[in-house]
C-alpha cells in the first residue's frame, strides 16, 4: 500500500512538473482560435514573463505566420513572446465559407478574435503590439481602423496600405534603382534589362500579369542587389530549416497560399486606406527598405504622413529591400525594442 | 455535418460486411483466399505519423499462365495475376502542432502481380471521410464571448487516388506494399486542398481454414 502511494505521488509530481506555466520566459504554445466557420492556428513562441505580445501579420496574401519565425523577429523572442498567426485561408487554416465571404474586413476581425483568445488565456493586463509586413501592412491597418484599443503600438514594416496606387509608384521607382546601379556599374546588363521592361510595363498600363511581372521583377532584382552586396547580409541570421519544413504541412499551406492569393487578387487594385489612416491614433512605428521594390518606400513615407498617432517613428533601412528583419535583422531588432520599450 | 455522418454509416457497415463468413468449409477456404487485411504506417507528406488499418477482397481475379522452356531448368510456368478488390480502411495520422486527423475510406483497387511475385497497384476511393481534431481550441462568438470547447473538429469529403507497389510473401504475412495516396479535402476554406501520403505497410490472413 505505501508503495503504491509512493507512486502514485511520484506520478501526480511528474505530471505537475510537465504542466506549462501559462506566463513562462519560455512559451511555445499553439492554438486554435474559431471565429466564423474557420479554425486559424497562431504559434505563440518567446518570453512571456513581461506579458508583452507582439502579433505578427505575415505578407501574401498567403504567406504563412510561422516563415517570420527567422532573423530579427526570432531574436526577439528573447525579450517578448511574439505570436505568428495563420490567418485565414492562409498556412494550415481551416474552415468553409465562400470566396466572397474573405474580405480584409472579416480578416481584421479574426485577428481581434485572436487578441480576445490571447486575454483570455494569459490575462487582460497583455501588453499587445501589432505588427505588420507587406500585405499584412495593409490588413493591420484595417484591424486599427475596425478596433485600435487592444494595441499599446502599431508597426509597418514595409506594408501595403495602398495597393491601389502601388502599380504607378513601382514604375517610379524600378527605374530609379536601375539607373542608380547602372551609374555605380553593377550588374549592368540586368537594370537595363530592368528599364526595358518598365519603358513596355509603362505603355501597357496596368493587368494582372503586369502586376504579377512587376512583383517578380522585385524579387529577381533583390538576388542581384544581394549579390552586389548591396543589401545586408544574412549570414548569422538565426533560422532552423528543419523546423520550417515540420512545423506545417508544405502541401497544404502551398495550395492555400494560391487559393487565397487568387481569392483576394482584386485588392490589388481596389484598396487604398491613406484617407483613413489619420483615424489610427496609437504609438505607431514606420520601417522601411531603401530597395524595397515590392512596396516602395513612398508607400511608406504616405503612411507616416497620413497616420493620426502623436507618436510615430520612421525608420529607414539604408541597405534593406522588402524584408528589412531579414536584411538588417540587428538593426530591426533594436529599433523593435527601442519602441516596445518607450509604449508598453 | 449529417452527410459526414452518412458516409461513416455506410463505410462502417461495409466493413462489418467485409468480416462476414459462410457457413462451409469450402465457402471458408474460398473466402479465407479472398481476404486478407493490412496494417500499415501511414504518413501524411511523409512524416507526419499516423497508422491505417484495413480488409481487402478479392472480387475479380483473372491468372494467365504459359509454359516456358528454358535449357537448363526445362519445362515451367509463368503466372500472371490481375485482381480486382475492394478494401475499407481506418486510421488516422498526427500533424504535432494543429491535429489529429481521423480518416475511413472505402477504395477499389487493380493490382497486377507478376510471375515473380512483385505487385502493382492501383486504385480509387470514391468514398472518403477525413476529420481533423484540433489541439487546444477557442471558440469566439459573434459577440465576441471566448469558449473553450473540450473537442473541436472539422469534418472533409477525401476521395482520393492510391498508386503503389508491393511484394507477395509466403507466410502468414502475404505481402507488403509501398503506397502512395494524393487525397483530396473537400470543402477546403473556400475551395479544395490536398494531402499526399506516404504508406508502408503488410498485408496478412488471419483466418484459418479447417482441413
Redesign the interface.
Known sequence: MKNITILLFSIILLFSACEKDDLSNTLE????????N??M?A?IYGNGSKKTFIIILNGGPGGKGLEYRVGGVKDLEKKYAIVYMDQ??SG????????P??TPALMAEDVL?LV??LK??YGNDLNLFLLGHSWGGLLGSKVLLTDQTPFKGWIEVDGGHNLKGLYDDLLVRFPEIADEQIVAGNSVDFWKSVNSTINRLKKDGYTDDNGTTLNELAYNSEEYLRNDSVLGDQAGMSINLMNYL???????TS??AI??NT?LSYIWTEIDYTKELSKITIPSMIMWGKYDLVIPYKQGEEAYDNIGSTKKTWVFFESSGHSAMMDEYKKFEQEMIKFIEANK | MKTAIIISIILLSFNIQLHAQSDTIKQQKFQSEKLNFNASYYGETGWYPGLKIGAEYIIFEKKKQKIKHHKKKGEFTKTKTNQFIITGNLGFYWQPHNYTSVFTNFAILYRHTTNKGFQYNFGISPLGLNSFFFNETYTVSDNGEVKKPFLSARFFYSPSIIVGIGHTMKHKLTAWFLNIHLTSLLPYNNAVNFSAVLELGFRFNIIKVKK
Do not use: F, H, Q, W
Not at chain 1, 515540420?246 to 497544404?252: A, D, M, Q, T, V
Open positions: 504554445d499553439v492554438l486554435t482560435v474559431k471565429y466564423k474557420a479554425e492556428p504559434y485565414r485561408g494550415m487554416s481551416t474552415g468553409n465559407y465562400s470566396g465571404e474573405i478574435a480576445k483568445v483570455y488565456k515540420y512545423e506545417e504541412s508544405l502541401i497544404i495550395i492555400s487559393t487565397i481569392t
